[in-house]
């Protein structure tokens, strides 16, 4: 007779090879994102841990449990993918921390922030599990399919919503490789792109399911399907990207890359940050621009009317003879400390409007929880060149030119697709990026930092000129297409037309519509046995 313990450890030795599975699996869907040709494993790569939650096999002990580890393992993986650039920032030398210091940061960093979005993002296949009890995969194959993809963009969108979220490995990022893959976020946004993916993913899944010689017939109509999701998705991309024809005011507009790493700019004893920027911003006023761009916090200083910046800002603007959109610092009359973008008139001087950074960076430029922090880690209440936390902003605050409203952005705010919307609401023609990716040097970073802005600019329709101290400044087509840019730690600027433009597209009309949606359909697939349930109940009394 077998003992207990012999029975548990052979359910173990059960499960493992499911929890390594699922593992596998979101290694290889987060894979595209470092590596972008491999665009393809992003839709094909869930399929086989589809297929295992379709299934919904019955564990006699703890299944939402288990169900909810097996997420926790898919998603931390494909946290280490996303966020395995960490390892390239070592050692944190702008932060001032010795060699075992930065070492504990960067390891708390790449394992920690994966973690802390597994822990949630692993609902998801809870859910899945929930719902497959409910509606059994071979029978209900669409239904838990678009499940699949609703949930998925649902918790996607909830990321964004608090500062532990982090939303810089959106699924669709893995597509920005190939253009036509993300045309279809003019349409309903990136989660858009996202639910084509994981719904083509779980089409597969169920088709797995069927695979045999009595249901073939079956697995070939979802396999079908799933073709015709991706071939869709992709021949409306290449339709967009081959019609699309920019309407508007063509203005030249210049990024400045100065190329000044983060321990240079914050010890600058010799004005060479100031040096730099006016030699490169004379340099492109000559060559013809209309409007230039000055990456985040450019100068990194605090701003005061009538003080030694605002004459050298108003200066430099005269001189040049076009306006400036420079990166610095403010503070108010409480004394609360904000990083800005604030637009110098050549004739004017420094203007009254000031963007205010909205997305603020955790640990760069605020410590969240910081007696924890303090307490538990403290070099990661060093990473901060400030010794106050900077305050966030509320408002778009678009900056009026010649020739069009100029919307602008700060760095982090770039991956909140939210904020860029707000801004092209409220009237922006022109999207501009400032930015400071200097603590990622060359890593994959800045790759994926620069990838998130092709998808606003699909998003909205709208020409994207991107400045970064030390790259990539890039300038981009309302079709993600990059028409100029700079590679990272290079000095220098890139010079363009683009178009003000004033139409909108879908998305900008009806926003995150899809996300509601997507959270309609699930909380109804989840109640709706409970109203079933009911229904019959009342109908036994009444018969009664």
């Avoid at 359910?11 to 987060?30: E, M, N, S």
């Avoid at 972008?36 to 564990?59: D, N, Q, R």
């Avoid at 504990?104 to 497959?132: D, E, K, N, R, T």
């Amino acid at each position: 007779m077998k003992t207990a313990p012999d029975t548990i450890a052979k359910q173990k030795a059960r499960l493992r090879p499911v929890f390594l599975l699922y593992a596998l699996c979101g290694i290889l869907t987060a894979l595209p994102m470092v590596f972008p040709p491999l665009w393809i494993l992003s839709w094909i790569a869930p399929a086989p841990v589809f297929a295992v939650s379709f299934l919904a096999p019955p564990v006699k002990k703890h299944p939402l449990r288990r169900a909810y580890g097996r997420g926790l393992s898919f998603f931390y993986c494909w946290g280490l993918v996303v966020f395995y650039w960490f390892m390239e920032l070592y050692p944190l030398d702008f932060a001032g921390l010795d060699k075992w210091g930065s070492l504990a940061v960067i390891l708390v960093a790449w394992f920690g922030l994966p973690l802390l979005q597994a822990v949630f993002s692993a609902f998801v296949f809870l859910f899945i599990h929930m719902l497959s009890v409910k509606y059994k995969a071979r029978g209900r194959s669409l239904i838990l399919s678009l499940a699949a993809a609703s949930l998925w963009i649902f918790f996607e969108w909830i990321q964004t919503l608090t500062w532990a979220g982090v939303p810089w490995g959106k699924l669709a990022l893995t597509q920005t490789g190939w253009l036509p893959l993300i045309q279809s976020a003019s349409l309903l946004g990136s989660y858009a792109v996202s639910f084509l993916i994981i719904f083509c993913a779980s089409l597969l899944g169920c088709a797995l399911l069927h695979w045999n010689r009595h249901l073939l017939r079956r697995a070939a109509a979802l396999s079908t399907a799933a073709l015709c999701v991706l071939g869709g998705n992709l021949a409306y991309g290449l339709l967009r990207c081959s019609l699309y024809q920019p309407k508007g005011e063509p203005v030249t507009v210049a990024a400045v890359q100065g190329n000044i790493n983060a321990s240079e700019k914050w010890d600058d004893k010799t004005n060479s940050t100031l040096d730099v920027h006016e030699t490169l911003t004379l340099a492109a006023a000559a060559d013809g621009a209309d409007l230039i761009l000055w990456p985040e916090t450019a100068l990194p200083y605090v701003y005061s009317a009538g003080g030694r910046l605002d004459k050298y800002l108003t200066d430099l603007a005269g001189e040049a003879g076009v306006p400036i959109l420079a990166g610095f610092f403010i503070q108010d009359k409480e004394q609360n400390l904000y990083n800005v973008i604030g637009k110098v008139d050549p004739d004017t001087g420094v203007g009254d409007t000031f963007y205010k950074k909205r997305r603020l960076v955790p640990f760069g430029e605020f410590v969240p929880m910081r007696d924890i922090v303090m307490f538990l880690i403290p070099p990661l209440s060093q990473l901060s060149a400030l010794e106050d936390d900077v305050t966030p902003g509320t408002d778009p605050e678009l900056f009026d030119t010649a020739y069009g409203k100029v919307g602008s952005v700060i760095c982090f705010d770039s991956i909140y697709e939210a904020l860029i919307l707000d801004s092209v609401r409220s009237g922006a023609n022109l999207l501009c990026i400032s930015t400071n990716d200097s603590w990622f040097e060359d890593s994959a970073a800045v790759y994926e930092h620069n990838a998130h802005a092709k998808l606003r600019a699909v998003e909205t329709g709208r020409y994207v000129v991107r400045a970064a101290n030390t790259g990539i400044s890039s300038i981009i087509t309302p079709t993600g297409k990059v028409t100029k840019s700079l590679p990272p730690l290079v000095e220098g600027y890139i010079l363009d037309e683009v178009y003000m433009i004033s139409e909108n597209t879908l998305y900008t009309m009806v926003g995150n519509i899809l996300v509601l949606a997507a959270g309609v359909y699930v909380s109804a697939l989840l109640l709706w046995p409970l109203a079933g349930k009911k229904d019959r109940e009342a109908v036994h009394d009444d018969t009664n």
